[in-house]
């Protein structure tokens, strides 16, 4: 019966590599474009395709059907119309237009999408969430191999060092760290502070027990100057990726704007996640999901604050923690959403609900009482009143524990699976 089993095994595994290869090749399509808008608009402005040489993904799981992200990509075969692959991602553009300027001006940002290099003729559709939480279509266009141009060099090749191999790409998560900050003397400290933080983010559960599921590679792009730009303390550096703290005005936010630079230099390696470490002490850094992390070197000495992004990035976890009177209300009253790890109780069913046990109130009071129990507990994604989370206190709520709660670990495992199988 044993053999059996591998044998079906095999034989499962054999065709879904073989349904990768009717229509992929194992290397990568990106297509870069410019997403402009304001408040209550957005429009799609192509740029460009661009062949890349590796493809990162699970040749397994082609389609996402954690449907996480406000924006969704879809491949569809053009002759069957049948689909091929799907992502979900986020953007700087959307926390952009959640702002009180974006009510005032419309303004554009870089943005790209990667899906596996196709053998046949596809149609791409980009769509973005409404207020109710249902995808519009927004954007397609079509691309054939043997007629779209499209390019192959990268104008940003550069060395790639390997900090952790656990196997190939299509069967694991992989993790590309880019230099930010860094000047021509300093690979050393970057590949050191690169090492440190894989160590850091593996010592915490569940990434402890999933280490051997991660692959790591450094793409070395040295910059002029050291750190970031800092416009609250009057500093303007010559980096390799254009970072900035203040980014949307808020100080410690630290993001890039240089989106397309930044897929270029990732491109030197096969990735999942793009990580951005910002060689400077100052405290910052962010991350948005499917789009990238930043981190600041500084925080490696607290590295709940980059795991706690990752949990962003990676996952598609929410804030768990909330505001008086927030400024970046993204949650829609009346509507779900889609974040694994926050509900408005308006479809609960689909959230954590199961594991809730039978005499936990429902919501649940933020009582000593309930202190280590998941419940309902009202007060997340930056809202006091309305929105919900599973625990207390989550690492995607405060730095004051060590643990994710069980809703936001089985959302990072099931990534994990989803990447790694």
């Given at each position: 019966?044993?053999?059996?089993?591998?044998?079906?095994?095999?034989?499962?595994?054999?065709?879904?590599?073989?349904?990768?290869?009717?229509?992929?090749?194992k290397s990568t399509l990106r297509m870069d474009y410019n997403h402009s808008g304001n408040f209550d608009s957005e429009n799609y402005a192509f740029t460009?395709?661009?062949?890349?040489?590796?493809?990162?993904?699970?040749?397994?799981?082609?389609?996402?059907?954690?449907?996480?992200?406000?924006?969704?990509?879809?491949?569809?075969?053009?002759?069957?119309?049948?689909?091929?692959?799907?992502?979900?991602?986020?953007?700087?553009?959307?926390?952009w237009s959640t702002t009180d300027e974006a009510k005032e001006i419309t303004k554009s940002f870089e943005e790209t999408v990667v899906m596996p290099f196709?053998?046949?003729?596809?149609?791409?559709?980009?769509?973005?969430?409404?207020?109710?939480?249902?995808?519009?279509?927004?954007?397609?266009?079509?691309?054939?191999?043997?007629?779209?141009?499209?390019?192959?060099?990268?104008?940003?090749?550069?060395?790639?060092?390997?900090?952790?191999?656990?196997?190939?790409?299509?069967?694991?998560?992989?993790?590309?760290?880019?230099?930010?900050?860094?000047?021509?003397?300093?690979?050393?400290?970057?590949?050191?502070?690169?090492?440190?933080?894989?160590?850091?983010?593996?010592?915490?559960?569940?990434?402890?027990?999933?280490?051997?599921?991660?692959?790591?590679?450094?793409?070395?792009?040295?910059?002029?100057?050291?750190?970031?730009?800092?416009?609250?303390?009057?500093?303007?550096?010559?980096?390799?990726?254009?970072?900035?703290?203040?980014?949307?005005?808020?100080?410690?936010?630290?993001?890039?704007?240089?989106?397309?630079?930044?897929?270029?230099?990732?491109?030197?390696?096969?990735?999942?996640?793009?990580?951005?470490?910002?060689?400077?002490?100052?405290?910052?850094?962010?991350?948005?999901?499917?789009?990238?992390?930043?981190?600041?070197?500084?925080?490696?000495?607290?590295?709940?604050?980059?795991?706690?992004?990752?949990?962003?990035?990676?996952?598609?976890?929410?804030?768990?923690?909330?505001?008086?009177?927030?400024?970046?209300?993204?949650?829609?009253?009346?509507?779900?959403?889609?974040?694994?790890?926050?509900?408005?109780?308006?479809?609960?069913?689909?959230?954590?609900?199961?594991?809730?046990?039978?005499?936990?109130?429902?919501?649940?009071?933020?009582?000593?009482?309930?202190?280590?129990?998941?419940?309902?507990?009202?007060?997340?994604?930056?809202l006091m009143k309305g929105v919900y989370r599973p625990k207390q206190d989550c690492l995607m709520r405060s730095f004051k524990g060590d643990l994710f709660?069980?809703?936001?670990?089985?959302?990072?495992?099931?990534?994990?699976?989803?990447?790694?199988?």
């Amino acid at each position: 019966m044993k053999q059996i089993l591998i044998v079906l095994i095999f034989l499962t595994s054999s065709l879904t590599y073989a349904q990768f290869d009717n229509f992929f090749e194992k290397s990568t399509l990106r297509m870069d474009y410019n997403h402009s808008g304001n408040f209550d608009s957005e429009n799609y402005a192509f740029t460009c395709f661009k062949k890349e040489p590796f493809w990162g993904g699970s040749f397994k799981n082609l389609l996402e059907d954690f449907e996480y992200g406000k924006y969704f990509l879809k491949v569809t075969d053009a002759k069957t119309g049948n689909l091929l692959y799907s992502r979900g991602y986020g953007s700087l553009f959307h926390e952009w237009s959640t702002t009180d300027e974006a009510k005032e001006i419309t303004k554009s940002f870089e943005e790209t999408v990667v899906m596996p290099f196709p053998n046949k003729k596809i149609i791409i559709t980009l769509y973005s969430r409404n207020r109710q939480m249902i995808f519009e279509e927004k954007f397609n266009i079509g691309f054939d191999p043997e007629k779209t141009g499209y390019y192959t060099k990268n104008d940003h090749s550069a060395p790639v060092i390997e900090i952790q191999k656990s196997g190939p790409p299509e069967t694991n998560v992989d993790i590309v760290i880019l230099p930010e900050g860094y000047t021509d003397s300093e690979l050393g400290k970057f590949v050191s502070d690169c090492q440190t933080l894989m160590k850091q983010l593996f010592s915490y559960q569940p990434f402890t027990d999933l280490q051997n599921k991660f692959n790591t590679y450094a793409v070395w792009t040295p910059s002029q100057e050291p750190g970031s730009d800092d416009p609250n303390g009057k500093k303007e550096v010559n980096s390799a990726f254009n970072s900035s703290f203040n980014t949307l005005y808020s100080d410690r936010y630290c993001m890039t704007l240089s989106h397309h630079k930044v897929r270029d230099f990732a491109a030197n390696a096969p990735y999942d996640q793009i990580y951005i470490l910002v060689n400077t002490d100052k405290y910052g850094g962010g991350a948005i999901y499917n789009f990238y992390s930043v981190s600041v070197s500084g925080n490696l000495s607290s590295p709940k604050v980059f795991i706690h992004e990752f949990g962003h990035a990676f996952a598609g976890l929410a804030d768990e923690y909330a505001y008086e009177d927030s400024f970046e209300n993204m949650y829609e009253k009346g509507v779900e959403p889609w974040e694994p790890n926050i509900t408005t109780m308006v479809n609960f069913d689909k959230k954590w609900k199961k594991i809730i046990e039978k005499d936990i109130p429902v919501p649940t009071p933020a009582t000593k009482e309930y202190t280590d129990k998941h419940g309902v507990f009202e007060g997340a994604g930056y809202l006091m009143k309305g929105v919900y989370r599973p625990k207390q206190d989550c690492l995607m709520r405060s730095f004051k524990g060590d643990l994710f709660c069980k809703v936001c670990s089985k959302a990072i495992e099931d990534m994990v699976r989803f990447y790694g199988e």
